[in-house]
């Protein structure tokens, strides 16, 4: 079976999107190489100067209650660079998308610089982006794309936009049983819930869309634990336009991450895999490395004694609501930057190691972004800059 192209906005692309993912997984190489395959790569907004020496060189060590705003534009500016990056790579091919954090302090911040340094468009999840369309409204070339699990969510905020005279341009449709990263489930109790299964979720999104008199207009990406060419082709027979891959895309050669923290992913087996709640109070799966085998051990003692810090570790305040500061017992109890920062450094020890549920097209290897697409597309498609 072939797959179907995806038209959208105004170019025919593969119907593949990779997946934003931080901290500093997907920046401006993986980005712009998926773009430049004529496919939609998405740079992840947070904290990118971790992947710029010059600029962890001016704000790693900083400390008091002046380092924030420092913090913060360092990560403005890498950002600015990577969307640069991207674009060279990309070559005019494909499109390129910035993924931001509804959770982030800096949510906003990150949304504006997206939309200055030219971004195509903006996917942004974890939390529901209701002001997106205000934040967007001089930029109306630039694609808003909701990240999203279930039909009840997507009817919610299809509203809430339409009332602002917006639609989204596509919505991704995330798994929380299979994806990667912080999930869009309430609670961990719920991350096995049918609503999420595609064969429920996508006819039901359909049918909201039929009875809106919006069919056809907003295009849906099923994202979690897509693995191959026939997973995608069954995802397009149920109405899916295209679809979101996260860790095959993360263990990629060009992904921006090291080659420990490929290795990681690559080689966990399922029984390596793990749920547990992030500070940013949602669920989320990663591999049981050394730090999250430790943390899972000691994480009820540390919620019995959580209590509300006097400033954040790392004087960085990442998140908007955390876990650790802000003393929430039912929340996550660890510093989420700084262990994401080590396992994008390569530090299997300490870091922590975001990762979806599902096999990978191949296994263990490490493969380039060109051998991924063309797996995924099948022979429908050759490879535009093969
Ligand atoms: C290492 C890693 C980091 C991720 N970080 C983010 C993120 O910062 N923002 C986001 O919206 N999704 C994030 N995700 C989710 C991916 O974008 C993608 O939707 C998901 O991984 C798809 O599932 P799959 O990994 O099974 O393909 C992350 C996933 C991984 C594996």
Redesign the pocket.
Known sequence: MELQAWNFRGRKLRPIVQ????VG?SAGRLAGTVASFDAMGTI?S?DLRRLHPDLMERTARLEGPEAKAQIDAANREALAREIRRARELAQGRGLIAV?V?KALDQYTTYVRQALESGADAL?V??GLPLDLPELARDFPQVALIP?LSDARGVQLLVRKWEKKGRLPDAIVI?HPR?????LGAAALADLQDRRFDFDVVLPEVLAFFRAAGLEGKIPLIA????ASHEDIVRLQGLGAAAA?????F?VTCESDASEAFKQVLAGAKPEDIVEFTSVAGLPARAVRTPWLEKYLRLQERMQKHAHEKAHCTMWFDCLAHCGLRDGKAAWGQFCIDKVLGHALSGDVRKGLF?????RLPFGEQIRPVRDLLQQLCGDSMEASNA
Do not use: P
Request: proline share 0%.
């Open positions: 997946g934003g993912m931080g997984v992840s947070v993924n954090m996917a999840g974890a990240i995330e299979l994806a990667g990263g912080h994202a979690g634990g897509i979101q891959l996260g860790t095959a993360a975001f990762r979806g549920a599902g």
